[in-house]
Nanobody
């Protein structure tokens, strides 16, 4: 049962910071590409960021560039998404997905998501 579990969501004021974490259940994340997605009520899921397993290359959506940082914490077997300068439009359920081939293309493992709410 290769599953992912997100944590760290909560309520934060506009302009504040929050870090959400993606933890593995049943496998090591080191060899996986890990992506973060988000979905707001009534809207489609959108990609936020991804980190590959080979050289740690990272990618970010335009809305995340300069504000969000994705990184690996191998000691804890997690991939973390640090979010700074949060805006109300960042409010969404944030979920992570894993690509067993180490890229950011084919995601076969998903977490349940964690709620992030940004107030004005």
């Amino acid at each position: 049962q290769a599953k992912l579990v997100e944590s760290g969501g909560g309520l934060v004021q506009s302009g504040g910071s929050l870090t959400v974490s993606c933890a593995a259940s049943g496998f090591s994340l080191d060899s996986y590409g890990i992506a973060w997605f988000r979905q707001a009520p009534g809207k489609e899921r959108e990609a936020v960021s991804c980190i590959e397993s080979n050289d740690g290359e990272t990618t970010y959506a335009d809305f995340a560039k300069g504000r969000f940082t994705v990184s690996r914490n191998s000691a804890k077997n997690t991939v973390d998404l640090q979010m700074n300068s949060l805006k109300p439009e960042d409010t969404a359920v944030y979920s992570c997905a894993g690509d067993r081939w180490g890229r950011c293309r084919d995601f076969g493992s998903w977490g349940q998501g964690t709620q992030v709410t940004v107030s004005s």
